[in-house]
């Protein structure tokens, strides 16, 4: 497994570097200090994997799917501080493949590293619950519905989609918007078509990403 390290922080590159020195299986090949450095080192070096913090001084997202146009084969685990829910649905559907927190365990970071050079997605427990009480489940995602041509969705749909973020069934939707079930439905079927989605999951992720709900109406609301 070749390794590029990519973050700003020389404290933090020498952190993982002394971390990831001991495993044999990994190689570590460049470090990269800014987005540039890191394009210009996937061009020169063989490689197959890249820990990033793309929040890091010099880095963002966008360098991710720049990275992948290169090489579509390199593999992305997100190392970072505690994101929103919205900002780590963005990283996935960026490319990012598996994602840990800075302040995880030292085996947990390195697990992520080796599952993901052995083409499994790792998600430390941390990261998992911030998307889970957002209501989605990474193994619903389907990121290529979502495209960059316009969705036109009616006031009436808009409305819809907030209510089934919030988690509310048909029957209750019907309740709250006097209308029947059966024309709620007919409405839900229609958004998922018009977003390109197969499931609830689909219209919460596009809910989050459109900021039509906040994030953290999830992330902060009381376990039962």
Do not use: W
Not at 5 to 10: C, E
Not at 93 to 117: F, H, M, P, Q, W
Not at 140 to 156: G, Y
């Amino acid at each position: 497994m070749n390794l590029i390290l990519a973050d700003s922080n020389d404290l933090i590159r020498i952190g993982l570097r002394t971390i990831l020195a001991a495993e044999k299986d990994v190689s570590i090949v460049g470090e990269a200090h800014c987005n540039e450095e890191l394009l210009e080192q996937i061009k020169s070096f063989g490689t197959s994997l890249i820990l990033i913090d793309y929040t890091s001084a010099g880095f963002d997202i966008d360098v991710v799917p720049k990275a992948l146009q290169l090489n579509k084969r390199v593999k992305f685990i997100a190392i970072t501080p505690e994101q929103s829910a919205q900002t780590l649905v963005d990283a996935l559907r960026s490319g990012v493949t598996s994602y840990v927190k800075k302040d995880c365990d030292l085996a947990e970071i390195v697990n992520a590293v080796t599952e993901t050079g052995h083409g499994n997605k790792f998600f430390c427990g941390q990261i998992l619950e911030t998307i889970q009480r957002a209501n989605i489940d990474v193994n619903d995602l389907d990121f290529d519905s979502f495209t960059c041509e316009a969705v036109i969705l009616s006031e009436r749909e808009n409305e819809i989609i907030v209510h089934i973020a919030e988690g509310l069934t048909n029957e209750q939707i019907a309740e709250q918007l006097f209308l029947s079930k059966h024309t709620v439905n007919t409405h839900r079927k229609n958004i998922m078509a018009k977003l390109g989605v197969k499931n609830t999951a689909g219209i919460v992720m596009y809910a989050v990403k459109m900021n039509l709900i906040s994030p953290n109406k999830f992330l902060f609301a009381p376990t039962i």
